[in-house]
């Protein structure tokens, strides 16, 4: 029998995958602000039920790859039926805590966390394995909740500032490269690591 904790995470990803949240959170426009993805390969950390990976695979195209990783098995299974529904190839999911560490997935050119920096444990840890993960030129896009009252969301005692969002990545070794500021919920901030 499903518990009622699967049918919570049912509903919390119906509402992840609404259409209404295109409009606050474009998945397309998000991902743009890392460039031509064309050909690239980029990992979703804590992916969840798949919103941004069936964009990324679409705007990777056939010679790009995309990897999503989330430690929830159902958002991993989710994710696969909207990839294999549009009929992708060219993308891997892995049921993966963030925080284990060595990750060993191999390398990407952008590595994306959406509304989930908050959410980890340890993110020192999270952005550890991020580092390793990067190429040398590689950019990491953060994208996460302001931290002021809103209907929806998560709780704002749970969230990060913009500013304590930016002193982790500082501390962590990555310099900001970009920012949209148009998001009307949402900082997005683009790095690349620092190189020694
Ligand atoms: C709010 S959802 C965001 C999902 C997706 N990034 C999006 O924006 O639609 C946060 C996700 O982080 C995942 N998560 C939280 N901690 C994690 C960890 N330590 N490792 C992997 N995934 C984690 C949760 O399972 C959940 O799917």
Redesign the pocket.
């Known amino acids: 029998m499903k518990d009622s904790h699967h049918s919570d995470l049912i509903e919390f990803y119906k509402i992840?995958l609404s259409d209404e949240r295109k409009k606050w959170q474009n998945p397309q426009l998000i991902l743009r602000q890392f460039g031509d993805l064309k050909g690239k390969r980029l990992l979703?950390?804590?992916?969840?039920?798949g919103?941004?990976l069936s964009h990324a695979a679409t705007l990777v195209g056939p010679q790009g790859f995309v990897l999503g990783?989330?430690?929830?098995p159902l958002?991993i299974e989710i994710s696969r039926e909207r990839l294999e529904a549009v009929g992708f190839s060219n993308y891997r999911l892995v049921i993966?805590?963030?925080?284990e560490t060595p990750w060993h997935l191999g390398t990407f050119d952008f590595i994306l966390i959406?509304?989930?920096l908050h959410?980890?444990?340890d993110a020192n840890i999270?952005l550890r394995n991020v580092s390793e993960s990067l190429e040398p030129d590689g950019k990491v896009m953060i994208v996460d909740w302001k931290k002021t009252h809103t209907k929806f969301g998560p709780p704002v005692e749970k969230r990060l500032s913009k500013k304590q969002a930016e002193a982790i990545m500082l501390q962590a070794g990555f310099s900001k490269t970009s920012s949209y500021e148009r998001l009307p919920y949402h900082y997005l901030l683009v790095w690349k690591k620092n190189i020694r």
């Not at 993966?96 to 925080?99: E, G, L, P, Q, S």
Request: aromatic fraction near 12%; include cysteine.
């Open positions: 992840l979703e950390v804590a992916c969840g039920p919103y941004f990783i989330d430690s929830q958002a993966k805590d963030a925080m959406a509304n989930a959410d980890f444990g999270v």
